[in-house]
């Protein structure tokens, strides 16, 4: 059984696998004032609830876009599993043809979604990983090849700084309200987080195919993907653990 973690600025999303497949996940909040101890505890207790010994692992792996904890992580999953843990950064082998001007630019999690996507739906594929502070998409050509993306501000971000720079607009919960003609100041900035969140992917998409030249399979991922994407015009297959899937292909031929 594998151990595959990705942490980001929010969230460290952490799984199980066997045989590629996530069999248990769990999710622990991103705290760069952690010890390794701390979350090494954090981490065996939330194994233990789900009833999984840490001496069933034979391998790990850790996709970071959050620096301040990938040393620490590393070691709390060291100490738990008694495996070597396997960083994804530049030199690691992944077996995805990167085409954009300087790889070492490119997220360890973006690397997992795509070579999480490839594996299950081929290409060409749109993935876009939606986030409180970011949404990316990341675009893997016919070939397979992942040809670049886009990066937009996170709804939550976005919501979060209207009420930061318009005093009478109040913090709202991200939530898609009833109707997109919202009837009070509340339902209108839901209605712009959620709905224009949809709709910035859906014209991004269609703009995307339009350079490719094709349609492409279209997947989702991320910690608000499933309040976002069900409001998209376009059809999304919600993969919620696209990247340790990703990650779990990559240990091996790394």
Request: aromatic share 2%; net charge negative.
């Amino acid at each position: 059984m594998l151990l595959a973690l990705n942490a980001g600025s929010v969230e460290i999303r952490i799984g199980c696998l066997e045989r590629g497949y996530v069999i248990s996940a769990l999710s622990l909040e991103t705290r760069a004032t952690r010890t390794a101890d701390e979350y090494a505890v954090l981490i065996e207790r939330s194994l233990s609830l789900r009833g999984i010994d840490p001496a069933r692992f034979d391998g790990a792996v850790l996709a970071s876009v959050a620096p301040p904890v990938t040393a620490v992580l590393r070691e709390a999953v060291e100490e738990v599993t008694g495996c070597r843990v396997l960083i994804v950064g530049a030199g690691v082998k992944t077996g995805l043809n990167i085409g954009i001007d300087d790889p070492s630019q490119l997220g360890a999690d973006l690397v997992a979604e795509a070579v999480g996507a490839l594996d299950s739906h081929g290409a060409p594929a749109i993935v876009v990983d939606v986030g409180a502070a970011t949404t990316t998409m990341t675009v893997l050509g016919q070939d397979g090849r992942l040809l670049g993306g886009c990066i937009m501000p996170g709804a939550v971000l976005s919501a979060d700084a209207l009420s930061d720079t318009a005093a009478l607009l109040p913090r709202v919960p991200f939530e898609a309200p009833r109707r997109c003609i919202g009837k009070n100041t509340a339902d209108c900035m839901r209605s712009g987080a959620v709905f224009g969140a949809a709709a910035a992917i859906d014209g991004m998409t269609a703009r995307i195919e339009r350079e490719l030249g094709c349609t492409a399979a279209l997947i989702a991922t991320g910690g608000l993907a499933a309040k976002v994407i069900p409001h998209c015009e376009r059809e999304f297959e919600l993969a919620e653990d696209a990247a340790l899937r990703g990650l779990a292909l990559i240990l091996p031929a790394a």
